[in-house]
């Protein structure tokens, strides 16, 4: 007998700080299908960079586990970023990422992964090689806070400007 479908909402806030004085922060809308082997998602959110730009933001995420308890997996995370000044598609794949439990309510992950991005407006491609590692700690049932720290542009390893570092804070609450 097949393991039934179970569906999780959450509503986080995400703010992702790089050491050059760049921002992104976004808070939206999760509503994540789960199954045993793996999980589709669906993200509807705004964001800012608090300079120029405010946008919608709409992302759709994918994983699959390697193992049972899900400590070895792979995901994609299609992001649509839709504003005044932004109009872009990026996908960021990770094909071996770790999330694993340290404590009861505290997990530790890696997510080495490469990232494409068009910018419609500037009618380019960037790509990516990049890594972030982070910590999350359940504060209640429903409530969860994880701090990251990010090293971007790993294809060009010799530059550790802060264009290239950045630290995240994302709070997420299930509803």
Known sequence: MTEPLKTVG????????????????VC??????????????AFLGVGTNFKDDGMFV??????????????FNQNLRIRNKLGKETESIQFRYSPFSVDAPVGKNTNIYC???????????????????????GVTQKLNDRTSISLEAQRYNLQDIKDNSGKNWGFNAIISCKF
């Open 10 to 25: 959450n509503v986080s806030v995400s703010t992702y700080q790089n050491l050059d004085g760049s921002n992104f922060t």
């Open 28 to 41: 939206g809308v999760e509503e994540k299908y789960k199954k045993e082997k793996g999980y589709v998602s």
């Open 58 to 71: 709409i992302d759709l995420k994918g994983g699959y586990n390697y193992d049972k308890k899900g400590v």
């Open 111 to 133: 997510n080495p992964h490469y990232a494409g991005q068009k910018d419609f407006k500037k009618v380019k491609w960037n790509h990516s090689v990049g890594v972030f590692a």
